[in-house]
C-alpha cells in the first residue's frame, strides 16, 4: 500500500556533535579562572603573590590544554586561527612590558634595601627612594599605556557573534574566552604591581627625613601587597623601624620574583600556543 502523499516527509533530528574531549578540559580550567576572577578581578580585597600565581598558574593549564585543541580536528577554521595569532602578538607585548617593569622595580627594591642596611648614611637613603619613586611614576605611565591598550582589544571579544554550527560557535567561545581571561589577568597583574600615588599618613609627628619627599600625606586605599610594603621605606624614625622596612622589602623583592616567575611560564606558553597555531596554518 502506497503511503499517503499528505503525509509529512521523515525527518531526522540533528543534535549537536560530541564536543572534543580537550574542550572539556578546556572549559573546566576556565571555571576556575571566572570564579578566580569573580574573587580577584577587582580592589575590592587586597591582592597578593600568591593569588597573582595562582591565576597565572590557572592560566598557563588554559594554554597548555587550548594548545592541544589547535593540533586537533577540533579547529579547522583558519579565519579564527588567524585571529588568535594577530592577538596573541598584543598579549606577548603586554607580557614583556610587564617582566621588564617586575624586573627594574625589583633591582630597586634591592638597591632600597642595601641602603637601609648601611645605617647613619642619610643621604644615601634619600637618593634611593627618590630613585625608587621616579622608576615607579615611570612605570606607572608604561603600565597605564598597555592597560589601556588591553582593555580596547577586550571589547572586541565580549559577545560571540551568532553562528548555526554547533562546533565553529564553541571554537569561537573558547578562543574569544581565552584572549579575554589572559588580559584580564594581565591587568589583575598590573594591579598588584601599582601602589597609590600618595601612601603616608602622619601618625607620628612626621616621617624623618624622607617626608619631603611625599608632600601629600592623604591616605589612600592600598589594593595590593605591593602597595602595602611601598608605605615601609617612607616612615622610618628608629632602628626599629629600619629593620621592619628592610623585611617588608625583602618580602617586596621575594614577591615580585614569585610572580615574574609565574609570568615567565604565560609567557613561554603563548610562544608555544602561536607556534602551534603557525603550523596548522602552515600544513
Not at 114 to 122: A, F, N, V
Not at 191 to 212: A, M, Y
Not at 238 to 248: G, L, N, Q, V, Y
Amino acid at each position: 500500500m502506497e503511503r499517503s502523499s499528505a503525509l509529512p516527509p521523515n525527518r531526522s533530528i540533528s543534535l549537536p556533535t560530541r564536543l572534543h574531549p580537550t574542550y572539556l578540559r578546556v572549559e573546566a580550567e576556565l571555571n576556575k579562572l571566572r570564579a578566580w576572577e569573580v574573587r580577584y578581578g577587582s580592589s575590592s580585597e587586597t591582592l597578593t603573590a600568591n593569588t597573582i600565581q595562582a591565576g597565572l598558574g590557572g592560566l598557563s593549564e588554559v594554554y597548555r590544554c587550548v594548545e592541544e585543541l589547535v593540533y586537533s580536528s577540533f579547529t579547522q577554521r583558519g579565519e579564527l586561527l588567524e585571529d588568535a595569532l594577530d592577538h596573541s602578538v598584543k598579549l606577548l607585548d603586554a607580557c614583556g612590558i610587564i617582566k621588564d617593569a617586575q624586573q627594574k622595580m625589583q633591582e630597586q627594591a634591592l638597591c632600597l634595601q642595601l641602603s637601609l642596611r648601611k645605617r647613619g648614611q642619610e643621604s644615601r637613603v634619600e637618593d634611593e627612594i627618590s630613585s625608587y619613586l621616579r622608576l615607579r611614576k615611570k612605570l606607572g605611565k608604561e603600565v597605564l599605556s598597555c592597560t589601556r591598550s588591553l582593555k580596547r582589544s577586550e571589547r572586541k571579544f565580549e559577545a560571540v557573534p551568532s553562528l548555526k554550527d554547533y562546533h565553529s560557535k564553541m571554537e569561537v567561545k573558547v578562543f574569544r574566552e581565552l584572549n579575554l581571561m589572559t588580559s584580564r589577568i594581565l591587568r589583575t597583574l598590573m594591579v598588584f604591581l601599582s601602589s597609590p600615588r600618595s601612601t603616608i599618613k602622619n601618625t607620628r609627628g612626621g616621617c624623618s627625613f624622607v617626608s619631603k619627599l611625599w608632600p601629600k600625606e592623604k591616605m589612600k586605599k592600598i589594593v595590593s601587597e605591593v602597595g602595602s610594603i611601598d608605605v615601609a621605606p617612607f616612615c622610618v624614625h628608629d632602628t626599629e623601624d629600619m629593620t621592619m622596612a628592610h623585611r617588608k622589602l625583602e618580602h617586596l623583592v621575594m614577591s615580585l620574583g614569585s610572580t615574574h616567575a609565574g609570568l615567565d611560564v604565560v609567557f613561554r606558553r603563548l610562544i608555544r600556543y602561536r607556534v602551534s597555531i603557525l603550523n596548522v596554518l602552515t600544513q
